[in-house]
């Protein structure tokens, strides 16, 4: 769960609440539109860059950003060249296990007119397992891993462009457990009787073409996208609270989930070039998208009662007989969704310069949503909250809008400059994946929420350009934030439109390529005020005043670092620490849990060699060599049997003291 400028409405990694901050590979877009879904986590190796945009991007990239966005760019295929990279990674975190990471990148040249190349790479990522089993006593069990394919075949014939790109990217944990019973001591869970198994995998097909005309440039991308999502949880304390030692796994209670999505985007964009005083760009877009969703909820003995080869099954198959909607309300719940969501837009930025020291911009984004779909099923829980009625939530929603934006840019010398920009961002509406009766307070469908973002930034260099600081203050007016939610009982999250909020603050940078050779300092920060403007009663009828903080707000963040670099001979060696700080806040908008409130010291140092074939890299980095352990997130579980069963809480915990050995070779 990622924040920027203080806009977040929930920090849980399994909310059912989209990020506000957008995901793209490329300029394919990887968010869901209203659904939390798998968030790609590509490796950096191979990677040009990451690029993280703050403030709505809603112009260029519609409802997927709608607070900012971060975009990995892939490393493109050089023509005419063969390369090759590799590397080896070893990972030990402090009371966990070991894992290494391995990867390989080829470039192909597959034309002697060099027109024609080929990238192609691979990495199979293992991650180490940081949480113990209190309940089974095995240690590490949250390790996993899985495999990320890459390739890009890049065909530049003349003043055509034709890329096609191939990403795939798959997971597996035999118990992905991300929750522990303290922060202090031994990072342990006691709660699961039985084990929490995770799979899912990712995948992009993207098509695009290019061509160059006299005054202007053609991009036409088409992007196919899947995700496919299974877990199995164990909810026995939501049942029962903590079990107790010997607690039977035939009373466990679990709660598997399946969520498979696919997404169609076509975007075709047209764009100025040269030099001239009038710049623009225009374009269309189409996107959409199909989920299935399935959740259920139910105890294992009565699950082996009436599944499989019980003999209740087997009595019905000799009466001919179905048995499934007799199960189907048997268990304490389940439910599916067939949804389906598309966008369709219009957009443009137009850019003038009248004089070389000024330049203005103006852009909007026009836009028509529609969603369809909804919650059905039934269970136990759900017939008594629905007098006794399955729950049929099948209903469409169609929203539009514009998303302005307007930068002006004055550029007073060479070494500064002053910005201000005022811009729209929205987020989709959406259907439930909850059922909504007319007891538990869901409702069918959210509303999209929107914000504005007020910035002015200075942008300065000084010391011929090797001292760069930068400082940019922002105002938001947000509206109708999608707020995550947990029906009482069974915790099912939904999403709801609450209240308003505002978020202002202060960004600022310093870096300084000090007159010592190779010596470099950073030093940046920000200062957030993210709250509620409007007081209203959220899930469990909690009252949340005016003026909370939003979650996962920090009020101040800083992070200052130190880089040296010098070659020895035929080597050269580096070394960096640095100090991050993240501000106390909290997990959820009705303020659960305190979260955050730590720093982090961070150390490495770096070898390599150009003099060898090989041009070999070994670096060893220590993070949080202080050892400092907070949550970052978590949750209070309430029993059904409460208040007879007290409450608990579970958390989320920042990665201990890690130690990492690399070693990457470039040929």
């Known amino acids: 769960r990622v924040t920027v400028r203080g806009i977040s409405t929930d920090t849980n990694p399994a909310s059912v609440t989209p ?19 798998i968030v790609p986590d590509l490796s950096a190796f ?73 990238r192609l790479a691979y990495v199979r990522r293992n991650y180490p397992g940081v949480i113990d089993d209190g309940f089974s006593g095995e240690k590490d069990v949250n390790k996993g891993g899985g495999n990320q394919y890459r390739a890009i075949l890049l065909w530049e014939p003349g003043e055509w462009r034709l890329k096609f790109t191939h990403l795939a990217q798959d997971f597996h944990s035999p118990d992905a457990l991300f929750f ?38 053609l991009v036409a991308l088409t992007s196919y996208l899947f995700k496919d999502a299974k877990q199995l949880q164990d909810q026995t304390a939501v049942l029962v609270g903590k079990p107790p030692q010997g607690y039977p796994p035939m009373l466990a209670g679990t709660s598997p989930t399946y969520e498979y999505s696919k997404a169609l985007s076509q975007e075709v964009r047209l764009q100025s070039t040269g030099d001239g005083a009038f710049s623009w760009l225009t374009g269309a877009y189409f996107y959409r998208y199909k989920m299935d969703f399935g959740t259920s909820a139910n105890i294992n003995l009565l699950e082996d009662l009436v599944g499989g080869q019980s003999a209740l099954q087997q ?49 909007a984004r026009f836009y028509q949503t529609t969603v369809s779909g909804g919650f059905i099923g039934g269970g136990v829980l759900v017939l008594a909250a629905n007098n006794g009625m399955p729950v049929d939530n099948r209903t469409e929603i169609s ?147 005016s003026g909370q903080e939003l979650p996962g707000a920090a009020p101040v963040q800083y992070n200052g670092s130190i880089q040296y670099l010098r ?53 060893l980095n220590i993070s949080n060599i202080l050892n400092e352990t907070v949550a970052i997130g978590g949750q209070v579980v309430k029993p059904l049997a409460a208040p007879v069963i007290a409450p608990f809480n579970l958390y989320n915990l920042n990665p201990s003291r890690t130690i990492t050995l690399r070693l990457s070779l470039d040929f």
């Open 19 to 37: 990020s506000p901050v957008g995901f793209f590979v490329g300029d394919t877009a990887f968010t869901d539109p209203y659904l939390a879904s």
């Open 46 to 118: 191979d990677l040009s860059g990451v690029q993280v945009l703050k403030g709505p991007q809603g112009t260029l990239f519609g409802g997927a950003a709608l607070s900012g966005a971060i975009r990995y760019e892939l490393q493109q295929p050089v023509q005419g060249e063969w390369q090759a990279r590799a590397f080896s990674q070893m990972v030990k975190p402090d009371q966990g296990s070991l894992a290494v990471t391995s990867g390989i990148a080829v470039n192909i040249p597959l034309l002697k007119d060099d027109n024609l190349a080929l």
């Open 180 to 217: 522990t019973d303290g922060i202090e001591g031994t990072r342990e869970n006691s709660t699961p009787v039985t084990k929490s198994p995770a799979d899912n995998k990712f995948g992009l097909d993207s098509f695009e073409l290019g061509r160059n005309f006299d005054s202007f440039k």
């Open 315 to 363: 009595l019905f198959n000799q009466l001919g007989l179905p048995l499934s909607p007799v199960t189907d309300q048997l268990t304490l719940l389940n439910g599916v969704s067939h949804s389906e969501s598309t966008e369709k837009a219009l957009f443009a930025d137009f850019t003038y310069r009248p004089w070389d020291s000024v330049e203005l911009s103006a852009g």
């Open 399 to 545: 929203e539009r809008g514009i998303n302005p934006k307007f930068t002006a840019t004055w550029k007073f010398s060479e070494d500064m400059s002053v910005y201000t920009q005022a811009a729209k961002g929205y987020r989709f509406g959406g259907v439930q994946i909850a059922p909504a009766t007319p007891t538990n307070g869901v409702p069918p469908t959210f509303k999209s929420d929107t914000l504005w973002n007020y910035e002015i930034g200075l942008r300065t260099s000084w010391l011929d350009q090797t001292l760069n600081a930068d400082i940019t203050a922002f105002y938001i007016n947000y509206k109708n934030p999608i707020i995550a939610q947990q029906t009482q009982g069974i915790p099912l999250g939904y999403s709801d439109n609450v209240s308003g909020a505002v978020s202002k603050g202060f960004e600022a940078s310093l870096l300084w390529y000090t007159p010592i050779d190779g010596l470099n300092l950073s030093l940046t920060g920000a200062l957030t005020d993210a709250r509620i403007t409007t007081p209203f009663t959220a899930s469990g009828n909690v009252p949340v005043k």
């Open 567 to 619: 070659p020895f001979g035929i080597f050269n060696v580096g070394a960096n620490t640095g100090y991050n700080y993240v501000g106390k806040g909290y997990n959820d908008i009705v303020h659960s849990l305190r979260i955050n409130g730590y720093g982090t010291w961070d150390a490495g140092l770096i070898f390599s060699s150009d003099a060898w074939e090989l041009h070999p890299k070994l670096a």
